[in-house]
């Protein structure tokens, strides 16, 4: 087993990927940004966007939906604050550095928490998990887009095998649905609402949890 991803490492990865990162994985994630934000749109009031990136997904929200928005690198940050203010999204409140294992913002805060493509690029997902939900208003929803990795078969060898480059790219491709499972029963305030598969082939999950 590879060794496992570091926070100094992600900030990194990102900040080497930030020039770059709209052109490489803009169309390949599109999808599943789009059905994220369907989802947060539907919920409306005032959404926590983790691992908002260069900004991407922002001018894609409705105008009414109250945004924050938070990364580990400020290389990407900084393209983010650009978009913001390249289209004029007076609905984006925050953009902000920030662990999302350590959000600075206090409990209950959001209608819904939204994380695309985060989870398996956090040192710890779990306690990193705990914290969405902590800033959630009871009611409110996580709404995730992840890889999932397979549980067996010849694309878990692959992702064994790419593992220690994708460290190295700020990610890691191992990560079976059994870990999302323990961590919402353990949890216990959380409830399942969607599994949903996402392009590429499938390979992606849109995943939404409603908190107690």
């Known amino acids: 087993?590879?060794?496992?991803?570091?926070?100094?490492?992600?900030?990194?990865?990102?900040?080497?990927?930030?020039?770059?990162?709209?052109?490489?994985?803009?169309?390949?994630?599109?999808?599943?940004?789009?059905s994220t934000i369907a989802e947060a749109d539907k919920i409306g009031g005032r959404v926590l966007d983790v691992g908002v990136g260069t900004g991407l997904s922002l001018s894609e929200y409705s105008r009414n939906t109250k945004l924050c928005g938070v990364d580990i690198s400020e290389?990407?940050?900084?393209?983010?604050?650009?978009?913001?203010?390249?289209?004029?999204?007076?609905?984006?409140?925050?953009?902000?550095?920030?662990?999302?294992?350590?959000?600075?913002?206090?409990?209950?805060?959001f209608d819904a928490?939204?994380?695309?493509?985060?989870?398996?690029?956090?040192?710890?997902?779990?306690?990193?998990?705990?914290?969405?939900?902590?800033v959630l208003k009871p009611g409110g929803e996580l709404i995730l887009v992840n890889h999932i990795g397979a549980e067996s078969g010849p694309r878990r060898a692959f992702e064994l095998?790419?593992?220690?480059?994708?460290?190295?790219?700020?990610?890691r491709p191992e990560f079976p649905w059994e870990r999302l499972t323990n961590w919402a029963a353990k949890h216990g305030?959380?409830?399942?609402?969607?599994?949903?598969p996402m392009p590429p082939m499938g390979h992606f999950s849109l995943i939404r949890y409603r908190k107690s």
């Open 1 to 34: 087993m590879a060794a496992d991803i570091d926070r100094e490492g992600v900030e990194k990865a990102y900040g080497r990927w930030a020039p770059v990162y709209d052109l490489v994985f803009g169309k390949v994630f599109d999808e599943g940004r789009r």
């Open 113 to 134: 928490v939204v994380a695309q493509y985060v989870i398996t690029a956090v040192p710890d997902p779990e306690a990193t998990l705990d914290d969405f939900i902590r």
């Open 75 to 109: 290389p990407m940050l900084r393209r983010a604050l650009r978009r913001v203010r390249e289209f004029g999204l007076t609905n984006v409140e925050t953009l902000a550095v920030m662990d999302a294992k350590n959000l600075a913002f206090p409990d209950s805060f």
């Open 189 to 196: 305030g959380v409830t399942l609402t969607e599994r949903r």
């Open 161 to 171: 095998a790419f593992a220690p480059i994708a460290r190295r790219l700020g990610w």
